[in-house]
């Protein structure tokens, strides 16, 4: 049987998520997974959100017959032990944005593919990726209007 993780990141949602839509068309069992990853650091404020929104995330997947599994740790090392631990074959995320997610994106791309595992990416939270829409240079904006000029060329 075709297994997947659908990794929450950022957005916790399930309404309007290609990387949770994408996952559940293509595979006949899905595992909904959220890492709290050590090394990121939440404020009072923040935990707060974190753990609402999570309650709600749940919600929403049980309403689909799906639980979610909520671990702690590196990325990495948590979506390799769980790939292996349950013969998964894809992980769908939605991409992040911030340069060090990016190059850890990457490397965990890379860990996966050398396990044989399929890793799909979508953009979940942006209209436009930062590098779909540059300059004639080929450099980003730094500017709005132009930016917003170049938008409507689309």
């Not at 075709?2 to 068309?25: E, K, Y």
Request: aromatic share 12%.
């Amino acid at each position: 049987m075709s297994v997947a993780i659908i990794w929450f990141r950022q957005d916790l949602r399930c309404h309007d998520n290609p990387a949770f839509i994408s996952g559940c068309n293509n595979h006949p069992a899905v595992i909904p997974l959220y890492i709290l990853d050590d090394q990121t650091l939440l404020g009072s404020a923040q935990k707060w959100w974190l753990h609402h929104s999570l309650l709600a995330l749940e919600e929403s997947l049980q309403k689909q017959g799906l639980p979610l599994l909520l671990r702690r740790g590196k990325a990495m090392d948590i979506l390799s032990q769980l790939s292996q631990e349950f013969q998964v074959d894809t992980v769908y995320w939605n991409r992040c944005y911030e340069p060090y997610r990016i190059e850890n994106d990457a490397k965990i791309k890379k860990l996966l593919a050398a396990e044989g595992i399929n890793c799909q990416s979508f953009k979940g939270s942006l209209i436009w990726e930062p590098w779909e829409i540059l300059k004639s240079d080929k450099t980003p904006y730094k500017v709005f209007t132009p930016f917003y000029n170049a938008t409507l060329k689309l």
